[in-house]
């Protein structure tokens, strides 16, 4: 059974555009490198044959997981949500309590983690210690190097 996983619309567009272009660009691609290694003779010694055919059965196996991802996912309603405890999709500003710093993520799937701009994956350490909480509470997160206390100041759409 598949893990369902929570989009927006945005991102569960891209995952469709990325499954779209594997299949009908990058599938013909290695298929016509096999077909010229395979023209070039004897295929127990050519290296280009044994390459196209390694790079076929990589793309395929990513195909296959992108489709699974893609069937599984289900886009959220943004506005349906709760704002008052953090919930995928909601935007939190969060205060470091050992240094004072604070920082802004969205918590997002898997597939459209991006910590550089901001975007936070719910299955990471950090994205489950703050799952469920509310402004002012404080999350104690276990992390590689010990355990991380941040206070919600903020949650938002």
Excluded: C, W
């Excluded at 044994?50 to 395929?60: D, G, V």
């Excluded at 969205?106 to 550089?116: G, M």
């Excluded at 975007?119 to 999350?139: D, Q, T």
């Amino acid at each position: 059974m598949s893990n369902v996983s929570y989009y927006t619309e945005e991102g569960l567009k891209k995952l469709k555009e990325e499954l779209a272009h594997l299949e009908q660009v990058e599938r013909p691609r290695v298929s016509q490198e096999i077909a010229d290694a395979r023209d070039k003779g004897d295929l127990s010694e050519n290296a280009e044959y044994h390459a196209a055919k390694e790079e076929q059965s990589l793309l395929e196996t990513k195909i296959a997981k992108l489709k699974n991802v893609v069937a599984s996912a289900r886009v959220i309603d943004e506005s349906q949500l709760d704002t008052s405890k953090i919930l995928i999709h909601s935007i939190v500003k969060i205060k470091n309590t050992t240094n004072g710093m604070e920082f802004t993520y969205t918590l997002v799937a898997d597939s459209e983690s991006d910590v550089r701009n901001g975007k936070l994956s719910v299955n990471s350490p950090i994205g489950k210690g703050l799952l469920g909480k509310k402004v002012g509470e404080i999350a104690e997160i276990q992390v590689p190097n010990g355990i991380m206390k941040f206070e919600i100041v903020e949650i938002s759409r």
